[in-house]
Each structure stands twice: as C-alpha cells, then as structure tokens.
C-alpha cells in the first residue's frame, strides 16, 4: 500500500524522537490520525478534554521533559482552542510543535466551513515557523525545520495541514530546481560567553561584598554551579517562580520566591545588595529588583533578547547557566567577610517563623496557607508539584518547601488559570513512576479543569505509580482578584464577578473513579495529606479554605494601604477580612504568637 502523507507525517515525527502526542481529534486532521492508529502505538496519542488542555499538556511535557512538546488539534475552533496553551509555551521559552488541520486545498478561500486563515492566526505565537503545506514533497522540510526551530529557538513552531493532502500520496521531494531536500536531527551547541567577557563578569563580581543571586527556569539544570558560585561570594539567592527547583529550600541563605508572591527575606536581599547576578530568569516586576544604580549587574541568559531588560546590567553574559558558571567560577575570589551572608541567613531564619506564625493561625473554616504549609514536609521524594494561578499560587511560592530531586512548575509568564490539571497529567506521563501533587484554586477547577479530572480517570491504571493528588482550595470566591481589587484598585469586593458555585468536587471525583477527600477542620489537614498520599488511586482532596486570609506582599507599600484601607470599609467580608489581616500582621509583629482562638 503506498504510504500516505500522514503516514509519512507520523514516521518522520518518530524519527525525530516524538513519543507522545497531546490533543483531540475531529474530521480535519482524520487523515493523521489514521496514520496514528496504522503506526501501532509506536508514538502515544492522550486525548485530553480540551485542546486548550492539550497545548498545556504539551507545554508541561517539555518542562519535565526536557524535549519537544507536541499537540494536535483539527481545523478551525479545534486549532484556535490551542492557542492559550501554545502562549503557555512561548512565554516560558518551551519548545512546542502544533498540528493543525484545515479545510481542503480547493475549498480555500471560499468562506468554506471551519474555514480560518490559521497562518495569520498563528503568527505571532508561532511567529519562528509556521506554514500550511501545499503539496506531499514540501511535508518533509516542514516537519524537519519546525521541529529545529523549536528546539533550537525554544519556542512554538506550527504544521497546517490540508484534509485533503493528508490522505494522498506521499513522495519525496524531486532533485530539481525549486525543491529542498531536509534531514533530521539536532543537538544544543555548547554556548558560553568570550573569555575576557568572562573576566569583566568576574570583575564585577569580586568586587562587590553585598551580593545577591536571582535563578530562574534557566538555572534548572545548574543547581551545583550555582551553589558553588554562591558559597564562593558568600551570597544570598532568590528564586523566581520558575526557578524554584533550582535551588533546595534547605540551604539557609536561599531566602525563596521574589515578588508579590515572594518573601519578605527576598525583598530585602534585593533592596540592600550592591552587586546582582542574574542566572536564566524572565522575572518581569523590576520594583522587586535593586533600585536603579543600587547595584551593580551581570546577568547570565540563553537568549540575547532577555540580557538587560528588567535591570541595567553591566555584564551580559549569553550562554548556558551551568557551562557559564563552571567557566566563572576559577576567576572569583573567595569571600572571607561573612557579614552579608549572616545577615541572609538571619533574615531567613525570621521568615520562616513568620510563615509557621501565619500557616498555623485559625481560619474559618481552614487557612489556606496551613494546606501547604502541611503538604511541603510530607512530600514524598522526587515528587512533581503543579500549580494554577490564583491565590493558590501565594501558598505554592511561600509554603512550599522543595528538596533536590523535586520538580515543579506552573503557567509562568502568561500566568493563565487551568494550566495546574494539564501540567500534573503530562508531568505523569512523562514520569510515570513519580508522585505529583497539583495545587488549584476552586475557580480554575470550574474553568476547565474539572473535566480533566476524567482524562486522570482515562489512563490512570497505566502508570507505573498510582500517585496523583488534585488539592482544591475550595473558598467559593476568585481570591486572587479580589484581592487585587481591594489592594490595587482600592475597590471592595464585587461579589457578582468575584463569587463563584459551591461545587463538591470531591464527590465528582468519586463518581468518575478516583478517590474523593473532604476537609472543613485545620486539625485533619496533616492526616487528610498522609491518607492521600497512601492512596491506591488517584486523589481529589478538596480543603475548604477561608477566602479572607490575605496574601500578603513581602512589602507594603503607602499606595496600597491606602487602597486597601479605602476599600475596606465598604466590603462585604469587611468583619472577616479584618479579623484575618490582624492574625497574620499579629503572627508578623510578635513572634512566638500562636492564636488560640
């Protein structure tokens, strides 16, 4: 039988080391799917929900993985219901290929069914490679430059294929004028700055006796190069959210995440350094950085165009973090001033008992913090924590202690709610053997990850360990907004766009198969983690959490006091709200407090 264009399709993707493909089927890429099912299993198609979920999924899949993501959806809302997960990808620099369907080549252009200029709609976030084929002997450059291109750019490329190209014929292209003749394969060069650009660093570095250290997703595979260079310059480390499993919360001088959702050790690393080195981090709020001419700058990239764009830097090194480091290392001098160091360490040390004064202070009915504060020394080792975004994404970056050999993630640069399921699922099909946790707020649960709750159903059996643990803060309101709008915009609480369904979802995961955990009281929130992390199957644990426990920023400032204070008065959860913000600032002023209420 000659082989078609989607069969081809699919062994060249296998070539390429393509094991797993993300996505939901329909008439418009029928043609690959058939070559799917005619390949025997030889790359694993998921079907998600969603193909929304499935762009996540596949965006997750490369940040566990390490390799090319990849998702497929048909023609016109099957491909434009990816893009929120492709922006995902781009926003994090991971590399995603999408295949799409399309209408027939004779059908273009004539206001056909399902008919979208898919080119034009991918463009900007597969701006480095998308194309639409038009004929089988283009197929095999296309796969082969958008899958180097996302390696290479680690980014998203995008294949547009024509139902009805799909099913012809396949055949190579000709040895003649106007064809390109591809191959396959890529390997990561080895990129690390020039010498003397090396030494300007060093320079930099030695001379500095405040310094402070920010990793992002980039120093992921540079954990022992980066503690290294900090012991060498006595330094202190922060994370972005990106990076938090980039360096252990064990080590006493990493003061953990940076920003609003950071801590208030971060904070003041970063407004008395003199000297900042910034290793692979995107980190995009610049007033959690060192004032403008405070400190002196190098900061270490992969990609040029993030080099100096949230702080001046006076060294820009481009290369990878931990080869660069390694090569930085022999030209810095050891430190024997401690004194910036201990004060780290001290500054540490008073968040930490800060952040047990606030997880353990009483709530109604459970305080959200307290739920992860519980969960982080009960983590089994290498573990795989997802999280959404939302309040629940304050507990993950403050609450959550990470250990070598864990591995966590979250919708980073685009921040989108219902990333946490999708990305707990892909990190289980890519580690079959690991245990992971997602941590999601009750408002993205309803968004849309609820329903893939029944793709855990769907494979669960599959995996190697049964180990996978949905928690849902149930508070009925989209906290993290609220919030905002009290803090940021000085408004009260608008109880119309802000409240949202009580939804048991606990039960529902019981109905689809899984394992359903309920808890009201803070006084079962460590034995409902030990009982979910013994399950013999997937786990729901919903907890339900008081919505008025605020997420405090590591630093207050006038403005927003004001704010707050302004819409306090008129909210409707004032008496609540009041009574929570006294126990954590209370927790904050007089360590040692433990409320007995």
Same mark, same amino acid.
């Given at each position: 039988?000659?082989?078609?264009?989607?069969?081809?399709?699919?062994?060249?993707?296998?070539?390429?080391?393509?094991?797993?493909?993300?996505?939901?089927?329909?008439?418009?890429?029928?043609?690959?799917?058939?070559?799917?099912?005619?390949?025997?299993?030889?790359?694993?198609?998921?079907?998600?929900?969603?193909?929304?979920?499935?762009?996540?999924?596949?965006?997750?899949?490369?940040?566990?993985?390490?390799?090319?993501?990849?998702?497929? !959806?048909?023609?016109?809302?099957?491909?434009?219901?990816?893009?929120?997960?492709?922006?995902?990808?781009?926003?994090?620099?991971?590399?995603?290929?999408?295949?799409?369907?399309?209408?027939?080549?004779?059908?273009?252009?004539?206001?056909?069914?399902?008919?979208?200029?898919?080119?034009?709609?991918?463009?900007?976030?597969?701006?480095?490679?998308?194309?639409?084929?038009?004929?089988?002997?283009?197929?095999?450059?296309?796969?082969? *430059?958008?899958?180097?291109?996302?390696?290479?750019?680690?980014?998203?490329?995008?294949?547009?294929?024509?139902?009805?190209?799909? =099913?012809?014929?396949?055949?190579?292209?000709?040895?003649?004028?106007?064809?390109?003749?591809?191959?396959?394969?890529?390997?990561?060069?080895?990129?690390?700055?020039?010498?003397?650009?090396?030494?300007?660093?060093?320079?930099?570095?030695?001379?500095?006796?405040?310094?402070?250290?920010?990793?992002?997703?980039?120093?992921?595979?540079?954990?022992?190069?980066?503690? @290294?260079?900090?012991?060498?310059?006595?330094?202190?480390?922060?994370?972005?959210?990106?990076?938090?499993? @980039?360096?252990?919360?064990?080590?006493?001088?990493?003061?953990?995440?940076?920003?609003?959702?950071?801590?208030?050790?971060?904070?003041?690393?970063?407004?008395?350094?003199?000297?900042?080195?910034?290793?692979?981090?995107?980190?995009?709020?610049?007033?959690?950085?060192?004032?403008?001419?405070?400190?002196?700058?190098?900061?270490?990239?992969?990609?040029?165009?993030?080099?100096?764009?949230?702080?001046?830097?006076?060294?820009?090194?481009?290369?990878?973090?931990?080869?660069?480091?390694?090569?930085?290392?022999?030209?810095?001098?050891?430190?024997?001033?401690?004194?910036?160091?201990?004060?780290?360490?001290?500054?540490?040390?008073?968040?930490? =008992?800060?952040?047990?004064?606030?997880?353990?202070?009483?709530?109604?009915?459970?305080?959200?913090?307290?739920?992860?504060?519980?969960?982080?020394?009960?983590?089994?080792?290498?573990?795989?924590?997802?999280?959404?975004?939302?309040?629940?994404?304050?507990?993950?970056?403050?609450?959550?202690?990470?250990?070598?050999?864990?591995?966590?993630?979250?919708?980073?640069?685009? @921040?989108?709610?219902?990333?946490?399921?999708?990305?707990?699922?892909?990190?289980?099909?890519?580690?079959?053997?690991?245990?992971?946790?997602?941590?999601?707020?009750?408002?993205?649960?309803?968004?849309?990850?609820?329903?893939?709750?029944?793709?855990? !159903?769907?494979?669960?059996?599959?995996?190697?360990?049964?180990?996978?643990?949905?928690?849902?803060?149930?508070?009925?309101?989209?906290?993290?907004?609220?919030?905002?709008? *009290?803090?940021?915009?000085?408004?009260?609480?608008?109880?119309?766009?802000?409240?949202?369904?009580?939804?048991?979802?606990?039960?529902?995961?019981?109905?689809?198969?899984?394992?359903?955990?309920?808890?009201?009281?803070?006084?079962?929130?460590?034995?409902?983690?030990?009982?979910?992390?013994?399950?013999? *199957?997937?786990?729901?644990? =919903?907890?339900?959490?008081?919505?008025?426990?605020?997420?405090?920023?590591?630093?207050?400032?006038? =403005?927003?006091?004001?704010?707050?204070?302004? !819409?306090?008065?008129?909210?409707?959860?004032?008496?609540?709200?009041?009574?929570?913000?006294?126990?954590?600032?209370?927790?904050?002023?007089?360590?040692?407090?433990?409320?007995?209420?």
């Amino acid at each position: 039988m000659s082989t078609t264009v989607s069969d081809f399709f699919v062994e060249r993707l296998y070539q390429w080391g393509v094991r797993r493909i993300y996505g939901y089927p329909g008439d418009g890429i029928n043609g690959v799917f058939g070559a799917l099912n005619r390949a025997g299993g030889k790359i694993r198609f998921i079907q998600a929900r969603h193909e929304e979920m499935a762009a996540f999924m596949a965006s997750a899949d490369a940040k566990f993985g390490g390799g090319l993501g990849v998702c497929i !959806a048909t023609s016109g809302p099957g491909a434009a219901h990816l893009l929120t997960g492709l922006y995902d990808a781009r926003l994090d620099h991971m590399p995603v290929l999408a295949i799409c369907g399309q209408q027939a080549r004779t059908a273009m252009g004539a206001h056909y069914q399902q008919e979208i200029d898919l080119a034009s709609m991918f463009k900007d976030v597969a701006g480095a490679f998308v194309q639409q084929a038009a004929a089988p002997a283009q197929v095999r450059h296309l796969i082969d *430059r958008g899958i180097r291109t996302a390696l290479a750019e680690r980014t998203v490329a995008a294949i547009i294929l024509p139902n009805d190209l799909q =099913e012809e014929t396949y055949s190579d292209p000709p040895r003649s004028h106007g064809a390109v003749l591809s191959g396959i394969g890529y390997s990561r060069p080895k990129m690390v700055p020039y010498d003397e650009d090396l030494r300007r660093a060093a320079e930099v570095l030695n001379a500095g006796s405040k310094v402070a250290i920010l990793v992002g997703a980039g120093a992921l595979e540079a954990t022992d190069e980066v503690i @290294a260079i900090a012991e060498r310059l006595g330094a202190g480390a922060a994370k972005a959210l990106l990076g938090k499993a @980039a360096l252990p919360d064990e080590l006493p001088w990493v003061t953990g995440s940076i920003g609003l959702l950071g801590t208030e050790a971060s904070y003041k690393l970063m407004t008395e350094c003199d000297t900042f080195l910034m290793i692979g981090s995107g980190f995009p709020y610049s007033e959690f950085l060192p004032e403008e001419g405070q400190a002196r700058g190098v900061q270490i990239d992969l990609k040029a165009d993030m080099l100096s764009i949230r702080y001046p830097m006076e060294v820009n090194l481009q290369g990878e973090a931990a080869e660069t480091l390694r090569m930085l290392l022999p030209l810095l001098k050891e430190k024997t001033d401690r004194g910036w160091r201990d004060a780290v360490e001290k500054w540490r040390a008073g968040w930490e =008992e800060k952040l047990e004064e606030r997880a353990m202070a009483t709530a109604d009915p459970i305080n959200p913090q307290r739920v992860v504060f519980e969960l982080s020394p009960r983590l089994p080792e290498r573990a795989i924590v997802t999280c959404d975004s939302g309040s629940c994404a304050n507990w993950f970056a403050r609450d959550l202690k990470i250990r070598r050999g864990m591995k966590c993630s979250l919708s980073g640069g685009l @921040a989108s709610m219902g990333a946490g399921v999708p990305y707990a699922i892909a990190a289980k099909f890519v580690h079959p053997d690991r245990p992971v946790v997602a941590l999601v707020g009750d408002g993205a649960m309803q968004m849309n990850n609820m329903a893939e709750l029944i793709t855990v !159903a769907k494979y669960w059996q599959e995996w190697e360990s049964p180990h996978w643990i949905c928690c849902v803060f149930n508070n009925e309101d989209l906290n993290q907004v609220t919030w905002e709008q *009290r803090a940021m915009e000085g408004d009260p609480k608008f109880e119309a766009s802000q409240n949202i369904p009580n939804v048991p979802y606990h039960r529902f995961a019981e109905s689809i198969g899984l394992q359903g955990i309920y808890v009201d009281r803070e006084d079962a929130v460590a034995a409902a983690w030990e009982a979910a992390l013994a399950a013999d *199957r997937p786990v729901v644990i =919903e907890f339900k959490t008081d919505p008025d426990v605020p997420p405090l920023p590591p630093h207050i400032k006038l =403005e927003q006091a004001k704010a707050y204070a302004s !819409a306090l008065p008129r909210d409707p959860d004032t008496r609540g709200i009041i009574k929570q913000t006294a126990k954590q600032v209370l927790g904050s002023l007089m360590p040692g407090h433990k409320d007995k209420e």
